[in-house]
C-alpha cells in the first residue's frame, strides 16, 4: 500500500510552549491507526495538524501520493449542544458535501445521490426524514460517519467516537468502522479504549507525558513493554 501521510519528527503547541514532542510516525492506503494518550498528552493538537488547522513548531507533516488534509472525512466528539441539532438526518449527512459545492447554494444531483448511498451504507436510509436529536447515541454516530463519508471515502478521522455510548451501540460501530477499512478506507481513530484499539487497529500510536512513546503494528505493541502494561492492568487481551 502507498503512503499516504508522513510526519517526521513533529513538535506541536501553543505560543511558543510545546505539547507534543518527537513525533514520527507514518500512514498508509488502507490502515488502521489508533492514537492512544491521556487527556492533556497532545492528541487533540495533533487532530488539528492533521487537518491542516495547527501548524507545527518544528518537523513537517507531509501527505504524499495524491492525498491531501482536505481529503479527510471528520467525526469530532459531540457536544450537548450538537446532540440536540433540530435538523434532518438526510440534511446533516448532505451538510458533508458542502466543501463540494463550492458557491453554490444547493446540492446538485450528484451530491443528493451521494448522500442517499451514505445513508444506504450506514443502514440508516429510514432515518432520512427523522429529526436528528430524537435518535439515540448508536444512530446519531452513524449520521456523522455518513456525513464524514460524503466529504470523502478516502480517509476517516475519528475523535473518540464511541463515547457516551451503550456498550451495545458501541461494539456495532466499531464493526461498522472496521468494515468500511476493510474496503480500503483508512482510518486515524483517536481512543482511551487499549482493548478496542488492539483488536480492532493495524497500527498504534501511543503518546503520553508530551512525547511519542510507541508507533508501530498493534502485534508490535501487544508484545512491547509498554503495550503489556496498558493491556494486562485493563485486563488482558488477544490480539487477532
Known amino acids: 500500500m502507498s503512503e499516504q501521510m508522513i510526519c517526521r519528527d513533529v513538535t506541536l503547541g501553543y505560543e511558543g510552549i510545546a505539547v507534543a514532542e518527537g513525533l514520527s510516525f507514518t500512514v498508509s492506503e488502507g490502515d488502521y491507526l489508533c492514537i492512544l494518550g491521556e487527556n492533556g498528552s497532545g492528541k487533540s493538537t ?16 507531509k501527505w504524499v ?7 479527510i472525512g471528520y467525526l469530532p466528539q459531540q457536544t450537548p449542544v450538537q446532540r440536540d441539532f433540530p435538523a ?29 448511498k451514505m445513508l444506504d451504507r450506514l443502514g440508516i436510509t429510514e432515518l432520512a426524514d427523522r429529526c436528528y436529536r430524537e435518535l439515540s447515541g448508536g444512530q446519531q ?9 460524503c466529504a470523502t471515502e478516502k480517509m476517516l478521522l475519528l475523535d473518540e467516537p464511541v463515547t457516551g455510548l451503550d456498550p451495545k451501540a458501541q461494539l456495532e ?19 482511551h479504549d487499549v482493548h478496542m484499539s488492539v483488536r480492532y487497529a493495524t497500527h498504534i ?25 496498558f493491556i494486562l492492568s485493563e485486563g488482558g487481551e488477544n490480539v487477532g
Do not use: W
Not at 495533533?46 to 507533516?61: N, P, R, T
Open 88 to 116: 434532518s438526518v438526510r440534511e446533516i449527512v448532505q451538510s458533508g458535501c458542502l466543501a463540494k459545492c463550492g458557491l453554490r447554494p444547493f446540492y446538485n444531483k450528484a451530491e443528493k445521490a451521494r448522500c442517499d
Open 65 to 71: 501520493n495524491g492525498a491531501s488534509s482536505r481529503e
Open 173 to 191: 460501530l466499531y464493526e461498522r468502522i472496521a468494515k468500511l477499512n476493510a474496503k480500503g478506507i483508512t482510518v486515524i481513530m483517536v481512543s
Open 141 to 149: 454516530q452513524r449520521v456523522l460517519l455518513a456525513r464524514a463519508l
Open 46 to 61: 495533533l487532530i488539528k495538524a492533521l487537518l491542516g488547522l495547527k501548524d507545527v513548531m518544528s518537523g513537517e507533516i
Open 205 to 229: 500510536l501511543h503518546i503520553g507525558s508530551h512525547k511519542q512513546l510507541f508507533f508501530g503494528t498493534k502485534e508490535e505493541y501487544a508484545e512491547s513493554r509498554l503495550g503489556q502494561s
